[in-house]
């Protein structure tokens, strides 16, 4: 099973909960955790691994030959993303924007379009105790990270049970992530601005027409009104985590909070039951 912890915005305890859950999975089962978040992983914050393998993730752009360029335009219009632009006498790309489709070599009638290879980020692999850790870190200026966290996902096992950290937000990032999950747990916060990010979600997922619950983190602050807002969309509330000083206080030191709260293990423990026994929109 494959378990992606995503949210409407940053800062709702994604994380909190996808390091946390991945630690009570572990308790009994093989546990993957592959940080997705590839902007700005911080998962290995939590669950201190120990890297064992590590190598530079390299994207395929184009790399042309002006000595057999006839700059006919062809390249140019096959791009979508611009990162390639024919003119009068010269042809010139933009690896930062290119896609890495491979559509201009293919389509160019003199062979003066090769890809060569461009690092855009790292991955990282190692155990962090009883999970198996996997995170990429994106080159800093790049732009680009949904090749970084194809990557990253490839590396996921079929044999254990796979949670994947995704980006925040709604765009081609979280995408990227979601596509391959088999059940999605939306991490949200009970308040206006919480639910008007966890709408964006929702209609992602959907549109993805992939399984998902919520999970309410800080559930006792704000009101009533992301509540009423699942039982309107029929989407189950896998597990709340209420307001806790002392788990804010793990958090700022790198200590999960089954580690340093004991009696928040519970509240994990139950969004894990809620995922193996299945369910969800």
């Known amino acids: 099973m494959r378990i992606a912890i995503a949210s409407g915005k940053g800062g709702t305890g994604k994380t909190t909960v996808s390091t946390n859950l991945a630690r009570v999975l572990s308790r009994a ?3 993957q955790y592959l940080d997705c978040d590839v902007e700005e992983p911080n998962g290995h914050l939590f669950l201190h691994p120990e890297f064992s393998d590590s190598y530079e993730m390299k994207t395929l752009v184009p790399q042309v030959d002006e000595a057999l360029c006839i700059h006919c335009g062809k390249c140019s219009d096959i791009c979508r993303f611009h990162a390639i632009t024919s003119l009068a006498n010269v042809t010139l790309t933009f690896p ?18 090769t890809e060569v290879g461009r690092t855009i980020g790292i991955v990282e692999c190692g155990m962090a105790r009883d999970v198996e850790f996997v995170h990429g870190r994106l080159n800093v200026g790049e732009a680009m990270s949904p090749p970084l966290i194809r990557d990253v996902i490839s590396r996921a096992r079929l044999d254990c049970i ?42 992602l997922v959907r549109e993805l027409s992939l399984s998902c619950g ?10 009533d009104r992301v509540e009423r807002f699942y039982s309107e969309q029929s989407i189950p509330i896998w597990g709340r985590l209420p307001h806790s000083r002392q788990i804010a206080e ?7 909070a089954v580690d340093a709260v004991p009696q928040a293990a519970r509240h994990f423990e139950k969004l894990a039951d809620a995922l193996l026994e299945g369910g969800g929109l």
């Open 214 to 223: 919520v999970f309410i983190n800080r559930a006792d602050i704000g009101d």
């Open 162 to 203: 796979v949670v994947m950290d995704a980006p925040p937000g709604t765009s081609c990032p979280v995408v990227a992530t979601l596509r391959s999950a088999d059940k999605v747990v939306l991490v949200a916060e009970p308040t206006a601005f919480g639910l008007h990010d966890l709408t964006l979600a929702v209609h």
């Open 96 to 113: 930062e924007l290119c896609h890495g489709c491979g559509g201009c070599a293919r389509i160019c009638p003199t062979g003066a379009i």
């Open 250 to 256: 793990a958090y700022s030191r790198g200590v999960l």
């Open 29 to 31: 089962h093989s546990v």
